[in-house]
């Protein structure tokens, strides 16, 4: 099985937030089965986001987003381009969403085949009512 990874699953487990063992467990599953990860190259912006807000909160120290970002730099994923705006213009309002960033994940997935892990439970819920390939990780 082919997995595109969202950048929340990405930031929780490098970020060590509560979820980060239970999702590091499903790595290491697909990691032992010869999985390649991908994402959309969008997957370093937002990340880069997600950290800085993390560290503007207070929630993670400036030292801990740098090796975090290093983490997630040495992450076997592979990115790819948005080829198909116009499918990701589609799948975001199939999706309901105002926006282009988590349809870029979908439309990824669809173009390989894959299934989106995410930790996006209304994404997930929207996408399970449209037939998109799209996995709420359990974390429990």
Known sequence: MTV???SNVVVALVTKDERAAAIGR???VLGEAGEVLHAPSLLRYEVANALTRKVVAGELDPADAERAW???AAMPIVLHNL???PGAIGIALRLRRESAYDAAYVAL???LGAELWTLDG???RNAAGTGLP???IDTT
Do not use: N
Request: proline content about 5%; overall charge negative.
């Open 109 to 111: 997935a669809q173009e």
């Open 134 to 136: 799209v996995r709420l």
């Open 70 to 72: 290093h983490e997630i």
């Open 122 to 124: 209304p994404l997930a």
């Open 4 to 6: 595109i990874l969202d």
């Open 83 to 85: 080829d198909d705006g």
């Open 26 to 28: 499903q790595m290491q």
